[in-house]
Structures are given as C-alpha cells and as structure tokens.
C-alpha cells in the first residue's frame, strides 16, 4: 500500500525554522509532482510550494524567499525549509504527491496521494 509520511512538524516562535519532510513508500511507483499545502480550521487547504520530478519549482506568494522545496528523486522524498516563520504560517501541513503506482503488470495514470499532516504552531 503506498502511503505519505510526513514528519518534522512542531511548536517554534517567530522568526525560528523547521524542516518538514515526506517520505513516499510502500509498492513500487514513479513520483511526478510533490509539495505541500497548508490548512487552518474553517478555511480551505492553501499551496504553500510544488516542485516537479524536474525541479520546476512553484511557491505561494506568502512563502516566497522564507520557504524552500527540494526532493530527493532517489528516494521519492520531499522536503520543505521554513525559515523566518510567522504566527500566521501556524497550520497543519500536508504532503501531496502524484503518483503513478504500478501492479506489478504496468502504471496507472497518477493522482494524487497525502500524507496524514503535521501540525506547525509558530508563536509570537
């Protein structure tokens, strides 16, 4: 069964850092688009960053130049640096990948997988 783990999340104050990281396993697949998004109680799941499997990078304006996506294609993991965090960066952050996952005969047409989430809590 393939499945997201995601892991690295906790409590910081403003201004700290916090790497996030989401590890794709379980069969055997091939991994496109990964990221993150984000989401806060009564509000709809928001972007925060996606990276292509060729590195083609995409970042909400919110993020930009304190937030860093990589992955690791050799292990199917993604990453996300946070620095310079603010209170409203606060919400609980989800692992998206897509995924093409193969039977064993061929690969499916991808779509898309999350992880559990990890809550990030950034106090003032």
């Known amino acids: 069964q393939v499945q997201l783990v995601e892991s690295g999340g906790g409590a910081v104050q403003a201004g700290g850092s916090l790497r996030l990281s989401c590890a794709a396993s379980?069969?055997?697949?091939?991994?496109?688009?990964m990221g993150w998004y984000r989401q806060v109680p009564g509000i709809q799941r928001e972007l925060v960053a996606t990276?292509?499997?060729?590195?083609?990078?995409n970042y909400a304006d919110s993020v930009k130049g304190r937030f860093t996506i990589s992955r690791d294609n050799a292990k199917s993991i993604v990453y996300l640096d946070m620095n310079s965090l603010k209170p409203e960066d606060t919400a609980v952050y989800y692992c998206?990948?897509?995924?093409?996952?193969?039977?064993?005969?061929?690969?499916?047409?991808?779509?898309?997988?999350w992880g559990q989430g990890t809550q990030v809590t950034v106090s003032s």
């Open positions: 990276i292509t499997n060729y590195g083609y990078i």
């Open positions: 998206n990948a897509e995924l093409s996952v193969s039977n064993g005969r061929y690969y499916a047409l991808p779509r898309p997988y």
């Open positions: 379980g069969g055997s697949f091939r991994a496109n688009d």
